[in-house]
């Protein structure tokens, strides 16, 4: 006769069934989920046009009056399966439905990155839907699926649109008004993670900043310090920019990536290579310090910590407002004069495009 087996084995079996049994529900249902939209992507603009039709129906435009309309870009990461449209749904500062576009849309893979812009018209369909009007924009960005009969919002909030006067030197200038959507909120914030682009095994670390006014040819480092000495540098370069029609500096923002090539999170390399003249942050826990030049004078600050076990010490701002991704928000001080015409407090209003950032403080 088979002996029963121990009660205390029966019940690590059966805890063993259950574990398998929960994992296997929760990679099912994640592998069945939607896309994740990275917010601190999302990034609304102005398209410009040189004329302004006050009524689509009318028999001629006004030809000294500028106008705009929104457009958008933003990454996510798949699954997207067919059947599906992205939509970009704007409304004017009262209420009122205004433009709603289609943005390209393509069946994307699970943890499959790609970045969506829109929308994707050419002049004629947009310029007579262009107004001329300033303030908060409510939008939402939402993904629909015919097959599926689902329509998802995914990303919603308010924009702020402004005005200022481009270079009146220029003739074709004078008298005339550029919109842009302001972008001020993002200077404080920062964003931080080990980088595994390069080398998974052995990630670097990446850095991520915005600029008001910067063009592609400044000059931008980053320099990184432990205990009051420097480990390492990392030449900026600048990733993408919202600008307005003129290219005003005014009108202009750009975020920068500093990937430090010379200071990585871990080794877990198992080839013969001995990284000489690396420096590893899990070896060196404590307080560090990231300092910015831009060119050649300190433009940014921001410090953060490493753990005992190895990790950049999670503010958690990140996660707290599901941003997605593996960045964390780094917290950055603003020093200097050369972001210009920037509101310090605009963070406490517009971030995240209304959405405000819980948990976050600039320095």
Known sequence: MRKKPPVLFALLLWLLIGSAFVFSNRASANQA?????????????????????????????KYNTWSWTPQVNFQILGPVPGGSQWMFEVATPDGKPWVSFKLPTQEVGNDELITIKGPDLDQSELEKKAITQTGLFPFKITLKNALAGSNDVL????????????????????????????????????FIWYDPTQDQNVPNLSVQMWFRGTHEGEKVEGVLFYKGQQIGTAPGYNEDQISTGVGDPQGRW??????????????????????????????????????????????RSATFSVGPDGRIVDNGIAKQNNLGGIRMVLPVKIIGDQDVNFDPQSWKTDAMYGNGLSGFTAP
Do not use: C, M
């Not at 909030?157 to 909120?185: L, M, S």
């Not at 001995?274 to 310090?289: A, H, Q, S």
């Open 33 to 61: 989920g939607g896309p994740t939209l990275l917010k601190r992507t999302v990034a609304i603009s102005t398209k410009r046009y040189l004329r302004y039709w006050s009524n689509p129906t009318a028999a001629e435009p």
């Open 155 to 190: 990303f919603s909030g308010k924009f702020k649109v402004a005005t200022y006067a481009p270079d009146q030197a220029i003739p074709e200038y004078k008298g005339k008004q550029e919109f842009y959507v302001v972008q001020d909120w993002r200077l404080p914030i920062g």
């Open 254 to 299: 750009g975020v920068w990536k500093f990937q430090f090539a010379k200071v990585r999170g871990y080794n877990h390399d198992t080839s013969s290579n001995n990284w000489d003249g690396v420096f590893f942050l899990d070896k060196n826990p404590g307080d560090y310090e990231i300092k910015i030049l831009r060119q050649q004078k300190l433009a």
